[in-house]
């Protein structure tokens, strides 16, 4: 389905048009309009007249993140097209794997109806969507407010990240393990559950299975490529990012930096990582990934 019309109140329209605002989406007002919303793949206009037109090919997704919370109701009679049977679960989702400078950060957030409703009012999305690093501690604090007591999260270091990345010998392999930690951690928080999703890092989720223990064997684990798309992977990858950044800005301070460490592996990264070892010699292997192939360049 690529389009779907219905009627609401001017109340529901305004909380919808606002809806839109706080998500991130290009907001215009045309003619006979209250609002009209445009984002990737669809977009929705509320007339004066109360009538609400939602098209495009994600109008599925629309209905359902964006009308299903306003107004349930108008989704009523559409349920052979639009996904009503949201399962509570987790959602884990890491920070930091790219990055030369900084540790890994992996982060898992349970989310059931009632803090989906507000997390999807708070704008929840992939956090590598958000540019601004105040507002992606912002809305962190945010989600752990409504997701509270139920998400639970991860840092190594790089010292500790270098000692296990040697060890290990394999990045999934690392990377699994601290899924199958979170994961567990969570549960311990959220016994009840039953799902859990993270985006799809390793050939088979058998690498992430290998890891858990009791509690997480016993539940399903789907891992799925763009999984941030999923509201609770995408809450985690905004706990898991706000933390990355705190660190880095900690260790920019201790490193008596004039500004805040590069992120990524730039050429400003580069840049910054020779100077810092010809400062501190093998120090630097305390800020960095050491597998990384800028160590060689070093």
Known sequence: MNRFVTEMSKEKIEDLR???SVSGWEMKQPQYTVFQAKGKGGSCTGYN?????????????????FLGVIAPETTAEKEDTVDENFVPHIGI????????????????????????????????????NIKNDKKILAMATEIKRVCYNSW?????????????YDRIGNLNRLLAWCHATVLENTLEKQPQCKLAI????????QTVISQLKDMGKQIELIQMTKAES???VAAASIIARAEFVTRMQDMSLKLQLTENLPKGASAKVKETAKSLYAQIGNDIFNYVKKHFKTTNEL
């Open 18 to 20: 606002e809806l839109f």
């Open 49 to 65: 007249s109360g009538k609400v037109v939602v098209q495009g090919k994600e109008t599925e997704m629309i209905m359902r993140e």
């Open 93 to 128: 989702d890491e920070s930091g794997k790219g990055d030369y400078f900084g540790p890994l950060v992996t982060a898992a957030v349970y989310v059931d109806d009632a803090s989906r409703e507000k997390l999807i009012k708070l704008g929840v999305q992939d956090s590598k």
């Open 152 to 164: 639970s999260l991860i840092h190594l270091g790089n010292a500790k990240y270098n000692e296990l």
């Open 198 to 205: 993270s985006d799809q890092f390793a050939r088979s989720k």
């Open 230 to 232: 999923d509201i609770a």
